[in-house]
């Protein structure tokens, strides 16, 4: 069974491959000494990048069996869509090549 990071790390290999600028997106806090430090917006994609056409790309991914959206990422996909960008959840490489 693929996990999360697996499915992420093959879908920018093959992103890279077919020449999508596409970009790892870290969201969450570290501890720094007494305080904690947010970084990235809530709910964002594990992957953001621009297809060739221009076009917004944010793919959300999940392990291969199973793997629940928060609804803070379910409102984040639904306003790339809302905005004519590519709102992606997959569960393996396999599936992003059915869109990209």
């Not at 999360?4 to 720094?32: H, I, M, P, Q, S």
């Not at 069996?65 to 984040?76: A, D, H, P, W």
């Amino acid at each position: 069974m693929l996990r999360e990071r697996d499915v992420l790390k093959d879908c920018l290999e093959y992103l890279n491959l077919k020449g999508v600028f596409a970009w790892r997106n870290n969201t969450g806090a570290v501890k720094v000494k007494s305080r904690f430090i947010k970084f990235g917006y809530k709910g964002s994609s594990d992957i953001i990048g621009i297809l060739p056409n221009g076009r917004f790309l944010a793919i959300e991914c999940k392990r291969e069996n199973g793997g629940v959206l928060s609804q803070e990422q379910k409102e984040f996909l639904q306003t790339i869509l809302k905005n004519k960008g590519l709102a992606l959840v997959v569960h393996s490489v396999e599936e992003l090549q059915k869109f990209v």
